[in-house]
């Protein structure tokens, strides 16, 4: 490492620890979960109020900014010209809907023992405002820039990426890309994605007057409710359950442990405890019994394994597959699913699979589906970002495939990178990505902030 170079960035992230909490803080008090469409805010009025914000923040960091029409922004270092090769970040202002278990207001930040908790901390308004720091260090050092560097900000990750869809159809793609929206050290593959619902026939004279569940379909539900036409004595009581008689019905209000889909170990799924409960104390009628036993297998074992779905291919993780939300409507029960797959199976396997799981308790419908995402370890891009991480860290690490799904597949040449790590161990009163209590230790995003400097100076020096 160039100690002067380095020196400088240090000195330059240290300057601006506090302008950065103050930011980080502006950013998450946006409340942004998608919303109905409206003039000038395809994905909701929150997710473009927190667009407005991030580059009300970049102003004001002296950076150039874009609006493109409410569907994403950018700062930039300076002008593109046509045909210009230029570099990007790309982060994401939108949000997950909060969900429940918080121990404070999920969109004010708080800071303990040297963490940020809230709504976004660590998913990915904290990244969004170190790409635009990291900007402002190009800018004000005056680095020549033999590529121009561009802070995509997107406001539909959370759900479609319709965002970036926009973008390529309408503005020319960055020479390389990526996204601090996943982990250390560099990912260089994602698993493929098959996501859908699983839904009941319309019941007739049915036990189950209503459930619901979840918040979001990309996390694991820590909640649920679940209303019965039957006395609350004739339930089997189980840990993470509570019943209550009310106007002549029972209520059943389940307590799980929520997560984020792609990394399901360790959560408990608030809708599974509701379905295994109504199935071992056999109240339900037939109809619902039949399609109960299907979702039962799909809370049985995150790895797909109780639906015969099961798959490894040794160089993704191995398959898993987590139920989101359910509700009720028309009659009829929705339960969603998120399955996240490697290369040794595809769409089509797991939806005959699952039909004939489903078999004349259950259809599968709003089936949506991507294909694994996999870049070359060693292209220069990518062993630049790694060369760079292992440089500031002092370790001796390499790229690694996921299961999350991140803006990097939708970009011809493009990786995550950051700012989390594997090894992370969040404190008891911190939560994960999507969870309550979000969180993401302040030092550990000054320590990425660094990173992502000395990577874009790095990055200007090889061919693209």
Request: glycine share 10%.
């Amino acid at each position: 490492m160039k100690d002067q170079q380095f020196a400088s960035i240090d000195a330059f992230v240290e300057q601006h620890r506090d302008d950065i909490l103050r930011d980080i803080t502006r950013l998450v008090a946006v409340p942004s979960v998608q919303g109905d469409p409206a003039p000038g805010a395809p994905f909701g009025p929150g997710p473009r109020a927190a667009l407005d914000t991030a580059l009300a923040i970049a102003g004001d960091l002296g950076l150039a900014t874009h609006n493109a029409a409410g569907y994403i922004g950018w700062a930039e270092t300076g002008p593109i010209a046509d045909g210009q090769k230029y570099l990007a970040t790309i982060t994401h202002c939108d949000v997950v809907p909060e969900g429940n278990g918080w121990d404070a207001d999920p969109y004010t930040v708080r800071v303990r023992d040297g963490w940020l908790l809230g709504r976004g901390v660590a998913d990915d308004k904290g990244p969004a405002v170190l790409t635009l720091y990291a900007l402002k260090y190009l800018k004000d050092s005056g680095a020549r820039l033999r590529y121009p560097v561009r802070a995509l900000l997107g406001t539909n990750e959370e759900t479609n990426m319709y965002d970036v869809d926009y973008y390529a159809e309408h503005y020319p793609q960055p020479a390389f890309c990526f996204t601090p929206d996943a982990e250390f050290p560099v990912c260089n593959g994602e698993k493929g994605g098959f996501n859908g619902e699983i839904v009941s026939p319309r019941f007739q004279d049915g036990v189950i007057a209503d459930f619901t569940g979840g918040v979001a379909v990309n996390a694991v539900p820590d909640r649920a409710r679940c209303t019965l036409r039957v006395p609350a004595g004739e339930l089997t009581p189980a840990d993470g359950l509570t019943f209550r008689e009310e106007a002549g019905l029972t209520v059943i209000e389940a307590q799980g442990k929520s997560g984020h889909a792609a990394t399901p170990e360790g959560t408990v799924n608030a809708i599974g405890l509701v379905v295994n409960c109504l199935l071992q104390s056999g109240v339900a009628t037939p109809a619902e019994t039949a399609y109960l036993q299907v979702l039962a297998r799909l809370f049985a074992a995150t790895d797909g394994s109780a639906l015969g779905i099961q798959a490894d291919d040794g160089l993704f993780t191995p398959l898993t597959i987590i139920g989101g939300t359910i509700r009720m409507e028309d009659g009829c029960l929705r339960q969603s699913f998120d399955c996240r797959y490697p290369t040794n199976t595809d769409a089509d396997t797991l939806t005959a699979r699952m039909t004939e799981v489903c078999g004349q308790a259950a259809r599968l419908d709003k089936v949506t589906s991507r294909v694994p995402f996999y870049i070359d370890a060693g292209s220069p891009a990518i062993q630049t970002l790694i060369q760079t991480y292992n440089e500031v860290t002092g370790e001796n690490a390499t790229p690694f495939t996921m299961g999350g799904g991140t803006y990097a597949r939708h970009f011809p040449y493009a990786v995550s990178f950051g700012p989390e790590h594997a090894d992370m161990k969040l404190p008891d009163f911190a939560g994960p990505m999507h969870g309550a209590n979000e969180g993401a230790e302040f030092e550990k995003l000054i320590e990425a902030l660094k990173i992502y400097i000395l990577a874009l100076l790095r990055l200007q020096e090889i061919e693209l």
